[in-house]
């Protein structure tokens, strides 16, 4: 899947789960911290790429990438499996505990938030013709549907024109079906 799609993906999927367990008070820091969390946890397993929309994000396209590919096995190794989200969900509460001292926030909301994102583009590329070695040192990769010439092609026709609106309504669905949730949460949780 492209970056973009990851994007959507990762918002479409933390915008389901606050409706299923809506949030006690939050502060307005805490919501957009937040969001960034799960906008950066939705593209973070690409950072073993070096074309990676995280890498174009952060400006760094091919310097820090070219030193990050090689210590995750490549594109679709480590950072796309069960054991890289754990790795990862550590190293993302060290980065967060760190910006608490900066910015007064809700450490754990924003940790749910970046894994959140960073799940949903396991489960996004699990659709891909690539697939993700979910079990990774175990060296299969798995797909959905299970015969690989089913799959979608990253960047191709199914995706930029079935997924990506496909979730675009998925949101819109959501949004209409639970606007109250989300009205009443911004008018008495956000401080």
């Known amino acids: 899947m492209t970056g973009r799609t990851h994007d959507l993906a990762a918002f479409t999927a933390m915008t389901f789960i606050v409706t299923l367990s809506p ?24 950072i073993d790429q070096p074309t990676g929309k995280l890498w174009e994000d952060v400006g760094f396209k091919h310097n820090l990438a070219g030193f990050f590919t090689p210590i995750l096995g490549g594109h679709r190794h480590l950072s796309h499996s069960i054991l890289g989200m754990i790795i990862f969900g550590i ?43 979910w079990l990774f040192p175990v060296p299969i990769k798995f797909g959905i549907p299970p015969l690989h010439y089913l799959r979608l092609k990253t960047g191709g026709l199914i995706e930029n024109f079935v997924v ?10 959501i949004f209409y079906e639970k606007y109250r949730i989300f009205i009443s949460f911004i008018k008495h949780n956000i401080n």
């Open 23 to 46: 949030l006690p008070k939050i502060t307005l820091a805490t919501a957009l911290l937040s969001l960034g969390a799960n906008m950066v946890g939705g593209i973070t397993p690409d």
């Open 91 to 133: 190293l993302s509460k060290i980065v967060l505990e760190f910006l608490t001292k900066i910015v007064v926030f809700d450490l754990n909301i924003a940790w749910w938030a970046f894994m959140i994102g960073f799940f949903s583009h396991l489960v996004m590329d699990t659709f891909t013709q690539e697939g993700v070695p």
């Open 164 to 173: 990506f609106p496909g979730l675009i309504g998925i949101n819109a669905i």
